[in-house]
């Protein structure tokens, strides 16, 4: 069972708009949460993170938010520029757990 | 900075052979992971070490074994490989472990097995 889901494969915004990543988790213990961002022929590189004692955390053009009671976080891209297309990949883990990921939301963002 | 280097990037091998994926990172991490990354499967964890001497079985262990003799280095060894594996293989490394942590990633293998 997926214990992280993003249920979107595919993202395209134009340039200068909002781009909105989905993120949902089943599992309840999970207490820590982390977007990777990731280019062809690269490994992912860490972008955001939350935990689950806050209910978002910015950084520059990127957000997240969590809704714990609906298990649910996004990550929020304003403005979405060119430079931002990429696959990115929700993660979460709980205490000492090891990260779950999900299945990645490939970012298409046009000029 | 270095970071994290896995070698070789690419490689083809034929049903059956073998061979071992280098990682090594210079962070003095004690955490080290290989990850694989299927289309539409995302990053799925092979095996992990929480430090020198040490390995653990993730979520897709079978077909796959791992040593960790220095600190810096985590191989990742395909006894008899079979299509099956054929993926984009990472490896990851990470200070101490704990949940509020990120992982460090390197650049990948791209492994084909025909």
């Known amino acids: 069972d997926q214990q992280v889901k993003q249920n979107s494969p595919s993202l395209s915004v134009q340039e200068g708009r909002i781009s909105i990543l989905n993120c949902d988790y089943t599992?309840?213990?999970?207490?820590?949460f982390l977007w990777y961002k990731k280019y062809p022929a690269e490994g992912p590189t860490f972008l955001i993170s939350i935990s689950s004692i806050k209910d978002k955390n910015e950084d520059g053009r990127f957000t997240v938010f969590l809704n714990k009671s609906a298990k649910h976080l996004s990550l929020h891209i304003v403005p979405s520029q060119p430079g931002d297309s990429a696959v990115y990949f929700c993660?979460?883990?709980?205490?000492?757990?090891?990260?779950?990921f999900g299945k990645g939301t490939m970012l298409l963002v046009s000029p | 900075n270095a970071g994290v280097t896995q070698t070789p990037k690419f490689r083809v091998l034929k049903t059956g052979q073998s061979m071992t994926l280098l990682c090594a990172q210079d962070?003095?991490?004690?955490?080290m992971y290989w990850y694989r990354q299927d289309p539409g499967m995302g990053l799925r964890l092979i095996h992990y070490?929480?430090?020198?001497?040490?390995?653990a079985k993730g979520e897709v262990p079978d077909g796959y074994n791992v040593s960790r003799l220095k600190k810096q280095n985590f191989l990742l060894g395909l006894e008899s490989a079979a299509p099956s594996q054929t993926s984009v293989y990472f490896c990851?490394?990470?200070?101490?472990?704990?949940?509020?942590?990120?992982?460090?990633f390197g650049s990948g293998t791209q492994l084909s097995v025909l």
């Open positions: 599992n309840s213990m999970f207490d820590y």
């Open positions: 070490s929480v430090g020198e001497g040490t390995t």
């Open positions: 962070m003095n991490h004690e955490y």
């Open positions: 993660a979460a883990s709980s205490g000492y757990s090891t990260l779950t």
């Open positions: 990851a490394s990470s200070p101490t472990g704990t949940g509020p942590e990120k992982l460090f």
